[in-house]
């Protein structure tokens, strides 16, 4: 499976628009692209999932250019509950696949007042 | 709301024990996974199965073993637990089909001390 590359670390205030960015030059046609959030002592959560141009939900946006080597998580207006880690993974469909989801170290986006 | 439960939050436990870890989801989920999860090192996978009485080895699998005998339940055992297996224990499950690296729901998780 493809590695991704996150930043560490982000900070923002809150009412800003934060945008974390996801490197994964190797992503193979199937894989789609997605992210998950995790707050302090409970398990990942879904966010967004997509596999070209532009997905919207009612959390975030989910930015795939046409070569697909990255993505970008946008979180619209953020206040201090989206202070979170989130994580970038792709893959593909299929149960061969399954024992190779890999979670990175993630970034840790801090919001403050 | 699909909904994944781990049958402890907090265990402390004694160096060689045999420790169980239970988790339950009731989606009818054909996919269960164990992770677990270090500072600085993220989540890693244990084991997972894509079927009753099916289990695959993960990245981690030394020093554990699974135990798949119904559909809904999926359980993680330390026969002999070490100091180095204290760590945050997380339980998700998904159904087959999605896409793989998609909409895997999570446990509150179980933290884990040996001592």
């Known amino acids: 499976l493809a590695k991704t590359t996150q930043p560490i670390s982000m900070d923002s205030y809150e009412g800003q628009e934060v945008n974390i960015t996801c490197s994964h030059n190797?992503?193979?046609?199937?894989?789609?692209i997605t992210w998950y959030q995790q707050f302090p002592s409970q398990g990942p959560r879904f966010i967004i999932q997509?596999?070209?141009t532009k997905v919207t939900n009612e959390v975030a946006s989910l930015f795939i250019p046409a070569d697909r080597k990255s993505s970008t998580l946008s979180l619209p207006r953020v206040s201090l509950s989206d202070t979170a880690v989130y994580y970038c993974?792709?893959?593909?469909?299929?149960?061969?696949?399954?024992?190779?989801?890999?979670f990175g170290s993630g970034t840790r986006l801090s919001i403050r007042p | 709301d699909v909904k994944v439960t781990q049958s402890s939050r907090y265990l402390v436990k004694r160096t060689g024990e045999k420790v169980f870890l239970e988790c339950v989801q009731d989606?009818?989920?054909?996919?269960m996974f164990w992770y677990r999860q270090d500072p600085g090192l993220g989540l890693r996978l244990i084991y997972f199965?894509?079927?009753?009485?099916?289990?695959e080895k993960g990245d981690i699998p030394e020093g554990y073993s699974v135990s798949r005998e119904k559909k809904e339940r999926f359980s993680l055992i330390l026969e002999s637990a070490s100091t180095n297996q204290t760590s945050m224990y997380l339980c998700?499950?998904?159904?087959?089909?999605?896409?793989?690296?998609?909409?895997?729901?999570f446990g509150e998780g179980s933290r884990l001390t040996v001592l």
């Open positions: 998700a499950s998904s159904f087959t089909g999605t896409s793989v690296a998609g909409e895997l729901f």
């Open positions: 190797n992503i193979a046609t199937n894989d789609y």
């Open positions: 997509g596999y070209k």
């Open positions: 993974l792709v893959g593909d469909e299929g149960r061969s696949s399954a024992s190779k989801i890999i």
């Open positions: 989606m009818d989920h054909e996919n």
């Open positions: 199965s894509y079927d009753v009485k099916m289990k």
